[in-house]
């Protein structure tokens, strides 16, 4: 049984950071793509950040980029999303996610990802 668990939103000025964290059991974080997703009420799953398979390569979406970083700690089973300088429209739920499958280089479609958490809530106050 695989399960993702998200932690660290919560309710912050705009400026403000955040580090999110996302623990996976019955599965590793190693030799597979893994990332992070969003959605805001009324929008559909947007892609965020992802890393490939060996951590190497990282991708970010362009309303993101110089502003997050993903990582993770395989050592810990964990995923991480550091968000600085957070803006308003950064509210939204974010999930993390993990692709069954090995040696994937990190898509940025949602849909390429079987393992999802339940989602934690961000909000960014203006």
């Known amino acids: 049984q695989v399960q993702l668990v998200e932690s660290g939103g919560g309710l912050v000025q705009a400026g403000a950071s955040l580090r999110l964290s996302c623990i996976i059991s019955?599965?590793?974080?190693?030799?597979?793509?893994s990332g992070w997703f969003r959605q805001a009420p009324g929008k559909e799953r947007e892609f965020v950040a992802t890393?490939?398979?060996?951590?190497?390569?990282?991708r970010y979406a362009d309303s993101v980029k110089g502003r997050f970083t993903i990582s993770r700690d395989i050592a810990k089973n964990a995923q991480f999303l550091q968000m600085d300088s957070l803006k308003a429209e950064d509210t939204a739920t974010y999930y993390c996610?993990?692709?069954?499958?090995?040696?994937?280089?990190?898509?940025?479609?949602?849909?390429?990802?079987?393992?999802w958490g339940r989602g934690i809530q961000v909000t960014v106050s203006s």
């Open positions: 996610a993990a692709d069954r499958e090995g040696g994937g280089a990190g898509s940025p479609a949602a849909q390429r990802y079987d393992y």
């Open positions: 019955g599965l590793t974080f190693s030799g597979r793509a």
């Open positions: 890393i490939n398979w060996n951590g190497a390569t990282t």
